[in-house]
């Protein structure tokens, strides 16, 4: 019995902090393949926009991207599966050399992303996998790249619901003194 009770507790403390926690902005670094910054803001109920400015490890080339993004819930608030894709620009200082005498041109294509994030309180942690597919230039075709992003929550859910539930009071206050003028 007792060895039951301890994993049941932990599990419901678990679920309590991470109940309500999901973000409508948020923002922080991404660090893997290549390191940058990157910014969310949620546009539907399970659908954000990201932004990734990011420079690379292996290639002379900093990279714009923006994407669209569907998350699903899997087993508690705040934990999230999600799936998506968008575009992205590059710019690149490759030199010439003698195998590319004209250096590489700046790439330009589509990017696919697919990942895991938790929210914890004001902190979103999210690890995913980003193949993007250059139609334009760039060093290769493809670039796998992979990526731990570290985001602060700063506009979250809850924040949200307080602000609504505040706007409602004003609101019933403003009929109950139908007396006053505006």
Same mark, same amino acid.
């Given at each position: 019995?007792?060895? /039951?009770?301890? #994993?049941? $507790?932990?599990?419901?403390?678990?679920?309590?902090?991470?109940?309500?926690?999901?973000?409508?902005?948020?923002?922080? %670094? *991404?660090?893997?393949?290549?390191?940058?910054?990157?910014?969310?803001?949620?546009?539907?109920?399970?659908?954000?926009?990201?932004?990734?400015?990011?420079?690379?490890?292996? /290639?002379?080339?900093?990279?714009?991207?923006?994407? =669209? +993004? /569907?998350?699903?819930?899997? $087993?508690?608030?705040?934990?999230?599966?999600?799936?998506?894709? &968008?575009?992205?620009?590059?710019?690149?200082?490759? @030199?010439?050399?003698?195998?590319? #005498?004209? &250096?590489?041109?700046? @790439?330009?294509?589509?990017? =696919?992303?697919?990942?895991?994030?938790?929210?914890? &309180? *004001?902190?979103?942690? =999210?690890?995913?996998? !980003? #193949?993007?597919?250059?139609?334009?230039?760039?060093?290769? *075709?493809?670039?796998?790249?992979?990526?731990?992003?570290?985001?602060? %929550?700063?506009?979250?859910? /809850?924040?949200?619901? !307080? !602000? +609504?539930?505040?706007?409602?009071?004003? =609101? *019933?206050?403003? !009929? $109950?003194?139908?007396?006053?003028?505006?």
């Amino acid at each position: 019995m007792r060895n /039951r009770f301890l #994993p049941c $507790l932990l599990l419901i403390f678990a679920s309590q902090m991470l109940v309500a926690q999901s973000y409508v902005t948020a923002g922080g %670094i *991404r660090l893997g393949t290549d390191w940058g910054l990157t910014f969310k803001q949620r546009v539907a109920e399970h659908v954000t926009v990201e932004g990734i400015l990011q420079q690379s490890f292996q /290639r002379e080339e900093f990279m714009v991207t923006a994407l =669209a +993004e /569907r998350h699903y819930k899997v $087993l508690l608030n705040g934990l999230n599966f999600y799936f998506g894709g &968008g575009l992205h620009k590059g710019w690149n200082d490759q @030199p010439s050399t003698f195998e590319n #005498p004209d &250096g590489f041109k700046d @790439p330009f294509g589509i990017t =696919a992303i697919g990942g895991l994030e938790i929210s914890l &309180g *004001r902190l979103n942690i =999210a690890y995913d996998y !980003k #193949p993007a597919v250059n139609f334009v230039g760039g060093e290769s *075709r493809m670039y796998m790249q992979t990526g731990l992003s570290a985001r602060y %929550i700063f506009y979250s859910n /809850r924040d949200l619901k !307080k !602000k +609504e539930r505040e706007r409602k009071r004003e =609101a *019933r206050r403003k !009929k $109950l003194r139908f007396w006053e003028k505006d």
